[in-house]
């Protein structure tokens, strides 16, 4: 599927079934959230969660009293969800309207997160891509957290093929540069109460060494237009 087929599919999707008609709503995320309690977060934590669309993660960070938070995902459609269900509180999130494997990172966090996100990247230049920006975005001794569906998880989502991954086989697409510190499996429950396998993996990101060097990050291989809605930054904070 091109960029822009991607960007109208999401669209559509939340536009006809709204936030609780999709197979990856989920009420609370505690998977997430256990594991970055886990690796130290704090209220002074800065996060960006990935294709995180209208997920209720930027609630319950919001409750814990994170305020440096960031959202990204291709459908501008699913985050006017989020930020209607938020209310005046989404004016302490940034909300980036981007296909990931062209954005541009003007910042460092010390989380990434990722639901879901990146097994819908099924070519091999677009996992590149994706693992460019991991790099360029995540502090070193950061941490990104990646779930996809498991090697036993559906062959497609929304009707679209993704790529299902064991701990091990992510890590070896990530790259040595982040290294696997934690896994966990996880049985997700659908909205209509089908169940789907889940691999959830934590990643430290090793300080560069000397003789080592991130990826850099390449222009996008399709010029769009300067006014595309895939390029805006929706920003109200501060």
């Not at 197979?23 to 995320?29: M, V």
């Not at 006017?80 to 209310?87: H, K, M, N, P, S």
Request: glycine share 8%.
């Amino acid at each position: 599927m091109q960029d822009n087929g991607r960007q109208a599919h999401w669209n559509e999707a939340y536009a006809t079934r709204g936030e609780k008609g999709v197979s990856w709503y989920e009420d609370a995320p505690m998977p997430s959230l256990d594991l970055m309690r886990q690796c130290g977060a704090t209220a002074k934590s800065s996060l960006i969660d990935v294709g995180g669309g209208a997920s209720r993660l930027v609630d319950a960070l919001l409750a814990q009293g994170m305020h440096d938070l960031a959202v990204l995902d291709l459908s501008a459609a699913a985050l006017d969800v989020a930020e209607a269900r938020l209310g005046a509180a989404a004016a302490q999130v940034e909300w980036i309207v981007s296909d990931i494997t062209a954005w541009q990172p003007a910042r460092t966090y010390d989380f990434w997160h990722d639901r879901a996100a990146f097994h819908f990247l099924i070519r091999p230049e677009d996992r590149a891509a994706y693992v460019e920006r991991l790099h360029a975005a995540v502090k070193p001794h950061g941490h990104a957290i990646i779930a996809t569906f498991a090697p036993d998880g559906p062959e497609k989502c929304s009707g679209l093929p993704v790529m299902r991954y064991d701990p091990q086989a992510l890590a070896g697409v990530i790259g040595p540069h982040f290294q696997l510190v934690d896994e966990r499996r996880h049985v997700h429950t659908t909205p209509w109460g089908s169940t789907q396998s889940f691999q959830f993996s934590v990643f430290r990101h090793l300080p560069e060494s000397g003789g080592s060097r991130r990826p850099e990050i390449h222009h996008p291989r399709i010029e769009r237009p300067a006014a595309s809605p895939e390029y805006s930054l929706r920003s109200t904070r501060r």
